[in-house]
Each structure stands twice: as structure tokens, then as C-alpha cells.
């Protein structure tokens, strides 16, 4: 399993990486376009990645917010790396 990490939205929007992800893990708390505007933004394109929305000062607006744009979970910090991995699994398997 190959991983790519990305200091904001804009540098991963600047990478082909998204049309070969078989999974996107993306932050809430990005400085400029936060991990849902980025999730967004992808389907906008047209591009369809399972993600994964991790936030540590979350609502339950903000986790509305990212199941309405197709995020296929949204976990909380702190969490246990093991339900991360689990989840990941369960995506590219």
C-alpha cells in the first residue's frame, strides 16, 4: 500500500494522485480550503473518492455536512488507529 501525505487541499488538487486514490483521509481543520470543501470540490470534478473526514472539534452540522458530500465516514479525534485502519480496509479490499 503506497501512502502520499499533502500539506493542504490546494497541493493535493495539484497532483494526478486523485484519479488514482483508492482512498482519501482529509482533516476538516486545513488552513484556506478545509477537508470538506476539498471533498467539495472532487465531486464538483467529477471524481468519486471514497473519503474518510477526520475532525477534532467537530458538531453535528460539520458531520452533516460531510456525509452530504459523499464522505463515506467521519471519525472524531481522538480515535483509535486501529478503527482508521479498519476503515481504510474495508474501502480498498
Given amino acids: 500500500m503506497i501512502v502520499e501525505v499533502f500539506e493542504s487541499a490546494e497541493d493535493f488538487l495539484k497532483t494526478k494522485l486523485r484519479s488514482r486514490a ?4 482529509v482533516e476538516v481543520n486545513l488552513p484556506n480550503m478545509d477537508g470538506i470543501e476539498l471533498l467539495e470540490h472532487i465531486n464538483n470534478l467529477g471524481i468519486r473518492l471514497p473519503t474518510i473526514v477526520l475532525s477534532t ?3 453535528v452540522s460539520e458531520a452533516v455536512r460531510a456525509m452530504q458530500a459523499k464522505a463515506i465516514d ?3 479525534k481522538p480515535f483509535i488507529e486501529k478503527t482508521l485502519i479498519e ?4 474501502v480498498i479490499q
Fill in 87 to 90: 476503515r481504510v480496509l474495508n
Fill in 22 to 25: 483508492a482512498c482519501l483521509i
Fill in 57 to 59: 472539534d467537530s458538531d
Fill in 74 to 76: 467521519f471519525i472524531e
